[in-house]
């Protein structure tokens, strides 16, 4: 038997209703202990953080901990590490850290990333000795089981309210489709804050003032959000910051939802053609590449390649790969047919 800590963040605790890291975390462990009986998995919160963490990591035995998009908390665990990256380097909660310590951290285990773009962009801005494996998201077979039905729907940003979400790029986009009939609709997600943050006050502020862009709350369940894409004309991502990976566009996508993104970083690697990438500078762009979306016929293309490349039994292999390569158990991914991305 092989004890593993898959370890959280300070942000939110680690439940299935809070946000996507924590969502994918739980999911690889369910996954990986369903795969292999002989592995037990402990979750560890990390709301108090790394001091708390290798407490909890200590005193429940575990041989390996999967630190998720804390590469510092390395520095205070004694057992193997497994790195796993969800974003790029100004989430992972080390404003202060310099590059040669944030090196030094990823270096005490192995490291990898959610899409091939972060992994190459980690690799390349440590100069790792090792190379960044991807660990593969998977997604909930509830999304492909919901069917697309938007036609005559809105066009929906369904991301958090975050300037790095692209909010007033959407903003702006809405307001030149207004005139054309397109109804725009996005969610209230403050994720993971209970209350509006200094940034989203200032975003809600001018929701408020935009006439052309309805807001409603976030769907409640997993369900309810699949339900959500599949009643959607076309599902925006316009990103002005590179995404670890994107899985709104990827769930999306799984339901046969049309889908614009904006490409930076992992959305590349999450945008399934013949849904297409657009730059960010170019809001008349992306009213293009809307109507282009709703001018099309629907599509099975881009939920085949979501359940090939990001299926829940994909990424629970690639995930368990993972963890025996860094337990040192001698796995290879590659032995086993583990398809790491798109």
């Not at 996954?31 to 909890?56: F, I, K, M, Q, Y």
């Not at 000795?129 to 089981?145: C, H």
């Not at 085949?304 to 337990?327: D, N, T």
Request: one cysteine or more; aromatic letters at 6%.
């Amino acid at each position: 038997m092989t004890k593993v800590a898959v370890v959280g963040t300070d942000l939110a605790p680690l439940h299935a209703a809070a946000g996507a890291l924590e969502r994918l975390a739980i999911g690889w462990a369910e996954g990986a202990r369903h795969l292999d009986p002989e592995l037990e998995v402990l979750l560890v919160n990390g709301r108090s953080g790394p001091g708390a963490v290798a407490e909890a990591v200590l005193a429940g035995g575990a041989a390996l901990a999967v630190v998720n998009n804390r590469p510092l908390w390395a520095e205070a665990l004694d057992v193997p590490v497994l790195h796993v990256l969800h974003n790029y380097p100004d989430a992972w909660g080390a404003d202060r850290a310099g590059p040669e310590r944030l090196r030094a951290a990823l270096g005490r285990g192995l490291v990898s990333a959610v899409s091939p773009a972060l992994a190459t962009h980690v690799e390349a801005a440590f100069g790792l000795e090792a190379p960044a494996r991807v660990v593969t998201a998977g997604v909930e077979e509830l999304f492909f089981a919901e069917r697309w039905r938007g036609e005559g729907g809105a066009v929906l940003f369904p991301n958090r309210l975050l300037e790095k979400k692209g909010v007033r790029l959407f903003l702006e986009i809405a307001r030149r489709l207004a005139p054309a009939g397109r109804r725009c609709v996005m969610f209230r997600h403050l994720a993971p804050f209970e209350e509006p943050s200094a940034e989203q006050q200032e975003l809600l502020s001018l929701v408020a003032c935009a006439p052309s862009v309805e807001l409603v709350e976030p769907a409640v369940t997993r369900a309810a959000m699949a339900r959500r894409y599949a009643e959607a004309a076309v599902v925006l991502c316009p990103s002005i910051r590179p995404e670890g990976l994107g899985m709104v566009a990827l769930e999306a996508q799984a339901v046969g939802a049309p889908v614009v993104t904006s490409g930076l970083g992992g959305l590349a690697d999450a945008t399934f053609a013949p849904n297409e990438t657009v730059g960010v500078g170019d809001p008349d762009a992306w009213c293009e590449a809307v109507e282009r979306a709703l001018a099309r016929p629907p599509s099975v293309l881009p939920a085949v390649g979501v359940r090939r490349a990001h299926g829940e039994e994909v990424g629970a292999l690639s995930f368990l790969a993972l963890v025996r390569e860094a337990a040192g158990r001698g796995y290879s991914p590659h032995e086993h047919g583990v398809y790491s991305g798109p």
